[in-house]
């Protein structure tokens, strides 16, 4: 079991080293931990150019883990993704050949460059950490984390992502513009190569196992589960929202508040950590009325109003 000041250490050494990377973004940062160490998943989506894969990159060689990159292309195969079963000549059988899935974290760059079919191929894995490929269930490493990325869907050459696989991350985050001084530094910091090259893992996989079990022994008060009910019953009954968060979305946002908690060095989770997070959780989750459609920043601001008007305990 980890220790409080142990657990301090290895989240302090794990925030410094990506931040070290990826400068000025230490909200960016902590979301991302939070669907680390909250064992869900992470989607990025903003334009391109503004470290988008560097978070994915920078998060993955603070670990010492496991790390595959899947770049979403047009041409993708689901095969290309799980594995496919290969004809060995000297045993006589076919013999299943994993394929990139197979790791603790995987980047999937630009993943709705890639059509439907191949999206839909990351389903089964993002839920229940196993994939089936010719009638049979192989299981995927017990820490599983999925960093996928994506522009706008007004750039060419984009297929959105249904409900069902946004339905699969834990949150959705934009990284942003960093600002003058900050972007001044990053010219500096690149004139030599890549920081993220030199990056030493901070970390490994078996802290970051004992941090996740940890996040889950962080309690939640009664009146705060009520609350954070509120919020999701609240996008199930506005009349800007035809269909509203699901129960996945409430037991993510109830996992993501105990990680941010535990991220902030608390036991316990406090009303604005739920509020704070229901947002990234909660707004890629809900599907707008035909009016709202194509519409993020009026959707934005629904959500908004969701969350300004249930009122949170004392």
């Not at 909250?38 to 391109?48: A, F, K, N």
């Not at 990325?149 to 984009?158: D, R, V």
């Not at 010219?187 to 996740?212: F, K, W, Y």
Request: proline residues 6%; aromatic residues 6%.
């Amino acid at each position: 079991m980890t220790s409080t000041t142990t657990a301090s250490d290895s989240l302090t050494r794990l925030q410094d080293s990506i931040g070290s990377v990826l400068l000025g973004k230490q909200d960016v940062i902590e979301l991302a931990l939070v669907a680390l160490l909250g064992q869900g998943h992470l989607l990025i989506d903003d334009v391109p150019g503004v470290g988008k894969t560097l978070l994915a990159r920078s998060i993955a060689q603070s670990v010492d883990c496991t790390f595959r990159r899947v770049q979403f292309t047009p041409d993708l195969l689901p095969s290309d993704i799980l594995g496919s079963s290969v004809y060995d000549p000297v045993e006589k059988e076919f013999v299943f050949k994993q394929g990139p899935i197979f790791g603790n974290i995987i980047l999937a760059d630009e993943i709705n460059r890639s059509s439907p079919r191949t999206q839909s191929a990351l389903l089964e894995a993002m839920n229940d950490h196993s994939v089936s490929v010719d009638g049979t269930t192989y299981r995927l490493p017990d820490v599983f984390f999925v960093v996928a990325t994506q522009n706008p869907f007004e750039f060419e050459g984009t297929y959105p992502l249904p409900e069902s696989q946004l339905d699969r991350f834990m949150l959705r985050i934009t990284v942003g513009y960093p600002p003058h001084e900050v972007e001044r530094r990053v010219l500096a910091d690149h004139r030599a190569g890549e920081p993220v090259d030199t990056l030493i893992a901070s970390t490994n996989i078996d802290e970051i196992r004992e941090l996740q079990a940890a996040v889950r022994r962080v309690s939640v008060e009664d009146s705060i589960a009520d609350y954070l009910l509120k919020l999701i019953h609240a996008t199930r009954d506005h009349s800007d929202i035809r269909v509203g968060a699901s129960t996945r979305g409430a037991l993510l946002l109830y996992r993501a508040a105990q990680s941010l908690a535990f991220l902030r060095r608390r036991d316990y989770v406090v009303p604005d950590d739920v509020k704070q997070l229901a947002l990234p959780v909660l707004a890629h989750r809900v599907v707008p009325h035909e009016w709202l459609s194509g519409s993020e920043k009026t959707l934005e601001a629904t959500m908004r109003d969701i969350i300004d008007k249930v009122p949170a305990p004392g």
